[in-house]
């Protein structure tokens, strides 16, 4: 039994449309003119207990739009969604305690205050115990190895442990679905370490479901054997890792270091030229061709060394989608 | 899962939890409390002496005497200590909350939104004026003669209860418009300056102004109607349009709500 399950979802946004400029600006004042943006689009998946599932796309492709349906904030100008057995959007009490939102660019905790007088209003709110609250703080508090940071004010503390804190906070009242918007959003390579390896934990510990959405790969790769990847609204991949990148990356990466310069029309016969700098030369090379063209280039051009890599999941991904897409507010 | 028994102890131990950590909050900007005391001191004195020119003469203002207008002024130096302790710091909090997208936070929690954006902070720095309008209501009580009875107390007290009600709905639906309108935030100044009519007995306003206070923007029931009371000659017509428009506000300003939260788009990504 599916705990997150979409049918053909879709939101579009009013929008205005407005010319930059004062002429635009007078323009816009005295006949306003809106446009409907489609940020989601017939969008189906669905999640089972306890999976942790990546949710990729470019920048606009409606993740975060998706998320914030998922979690009841916004409600949704087309299709289905129940979330724990709930419709979201309607925001009920059981549902708002089974889920959890965490938003890498958003904070709940109090600036002026240490992180524990915020956990004490939640765990107020959320209706736990005092003796449960310390327990769970503490049990949560190992896991993300904060210590006096939850006594400090949180404006003294680093980015790293204000995320840390942050999810400490979203995940007091124990929920079983997690939706996660950029979380190691800003963080340096041991924070995201550490936010990662504790989702991870949490997972398995709790059985937790979550579906992640990240700009760093790393995150993806380390926590998610399934994707769902969105472009434009609409869902281009749902599997995993290794499938998106046979499905996207059809070619692969051929860098050359050659015995003398060469210009770089001579190179266009075999592939897309990547990058051509005096004796390095970095081609593209469709998969199904590539035995035939580096035979080719080792007999016709003067080449030292010849190296065949996949290219990186970032890349591939940005390449595919440098196309424009509906772009969500 | 929420236990639904305890809601009502869980809204008390929250509101408790919520004004304990806004005070702590507050408490770290102590020069905030002698700015306060000044400027509340000054606002009377500015109010004061804009009266006592009215009475120079020893005239009687719109059927109100020097004495009985101070205790308008002093009900009215109340309610604005009372907008500094409670409304001001939640709705003007909410149309911020709404620019930046944190009001997201407090949708996600399964405790009522209007309660959490109306009672989330509390700030002590509007109880000097309190401190001050009430000494003034008693000053202007006990210089006019009026003495009013426990009744006249009660009655008073409801009737202040029900102008706070009827301004509180008024700012908040100022405020939750932000949800559409993201930049309201001159609207509430707007409010607040109305609100400055009520210092001064709104009989003493001409006819066209005074039905536009009582009738459309209701200020008249913020500080005349409860003095009224004080003085012992309100009528039961009076405390009955006070209590009905009280009601009438806080309904529009739950439905109100509740139809801004289905347009809240939850700004920035």
Redesign the interface.
């Known amino acids: 039994m599916a705990i997150v399950r979409v049918e053909e979802l879709g939101r579009t ?1 009013r929008v205005a449309d407005k010319q930059p400029g004062l002429v635009g600006t007078l323009r816009h004042f005295l006949h306003r003119r809106e446009r409907l943006i489609t940020a989601v689009d017939q969008l189906s998946f669905s999640i089972e207990p306890g999976e942790m599932v990546g949710f990729l796309g470019p920048n606009g492709a409606g993740k ?1 739009t998706t998320l ?1 349906m998922l ?5 949704p100008t087309r299709g289905r969604v129940s979330v724990a057995g709930h419709q979201p959007y309607r ?1 009920e ?2 549902f ?2 089974a ?3 965490v ?1 890498g ?4 905790l ?1 600036w ?2 240490p992180p524990l ?2 956990l ?8 736990i115990p005092d003796g449960e609250a310390r327990r769970r703080i503490d049990e949560l508090a190992e896991m993300l190895e904060l210590g006096p940071e939850l006594r400090r004010p949180v404006r003294k503390l680093s980015l790293g442990q204000r995320m840390k804190a942050e999810l400490l906070a979203a995940l007091l009242h124990q929920p079983s679905v997690l939706f996660l ?1 950029e979380p190691t959003l800003g963080l340096d390579v041991n924070a995201q370490a550490a936010v990662r390896s504790f989702l991870a934990d949490y997972n398995r510990r709790t059985g937790a479901t979550v579906l992640l959405t990240s700009h760093y790969m790393g995150d993806i790769t380390a926590l998610c054997p399934r994707v769902l990847l969105i472009h434009g609204g609409t869902l281009f991949h749902d599997g995993s890792l290794e499938g998106l990148s046979q499905r996207l990356a059809p070619w692969r990466e051929v860098s050359l270091a050659l015995a003398e310069p060469l210009p770089a029309e001579r190179f266009a016969i075999y592939g897309e030229i990547e990058r051509c700098q005096g004796c390095e030369v970095v081609l593209l090379v469709e998969r199904a061709r590539l035995t035939a063209v580096v035979g080719q280039l080792l007999a016709e051009l003067p080449v030292l060394d010849l190296e065949v890599r996949e290219p990186p999941l970032e890349q591939t991904i940005g390449r595919l989608f440098q196309t424009p897409a509906a772009v ?2 | ?3 639904r028994r ?1 809601g009502l102890g ?1 809204y008390g ?2 509101l ?3 004004w304990s ?1 806004s005070l ?2 507050q408490m ?1 900007y102590q020069l905030n409390l002698i700015i306060e005391v000044v400027a509340s001191i000054a606002t009377l004195a500015g109010g004061l002496f804009t009266l006592s020119l009215f009475y120079a003469h020893g005239q009687r203002l719109g059927g109100w005497s020097w004495e009985e207008a101070l205790v308008v002024l002093g009900l009215s130096t109340f309610l604005d200590g009372f907008s500094s302790t409670l409304l001001r710091p939640n709705l003007g909090e909410l149309v911020k909350q709404v620019q ?3 009001l ?2 407090v ?5 009522d939104s209007q309660f ?1 954006v109306s009672l989330r902070n509390w700030s002590p720095w509007g109880m000097p004026e309190m401190a001050l309008g009430f000494g003034l209501v008693l000053v202007g009580l006990v210089r006019s003669g009026a003495r009013p009875g426990p009744g006249g107390v009660l009655a008073a007290l409801l009737l202040w209860a029900c102008g706070v009600a009827i301004l509180y709905s008024l700012w908040f639906i100022l405020a939750a418009t932000s949800i559409w309108f993201v930049k309201v935030w001159n609207a509430t100044e707007v409010l607040r300056s109305l609100v400055g009519v009520g210092r001064y007995p709104i009989s003493a306003y001409p006819p066209a102004l005074r039905l536009l206070f009582t009738a459309v923007v209701p200020i008249a029931f913020l500080t005349n109607v409860p003095a009224e009371a004080l003085l012992g000659r309100t009528t039961p017509f009076w405390c009955a349009a006070s209590a009905g428009l009280a009601l009438v506000a806080l309904i529009c300003s739950r439905l109100l709500w509740r139809m801004a939260l ?1 347009h ?3 700004a ?2």
């Open positions: 946004f975060t914030k979690s009841g904030l916004i409600h925001r009490p059981d708002l305690g889920i959890t939102l938003m660019q958003k904070q709940q109090i002026d205050l007088d915020s004490a209003v939640n765990a107020a709110v959320y209706g918007d969500a507010p | 899962m929420m236990d305890r869980r131990l929250s408790l939890r919520f950590v702590a909050a770290e930046n997208g944190s997201d936070f949708l996600l929690k399964p405790i959490w289905r809240y788009t939850s920035s990504s």
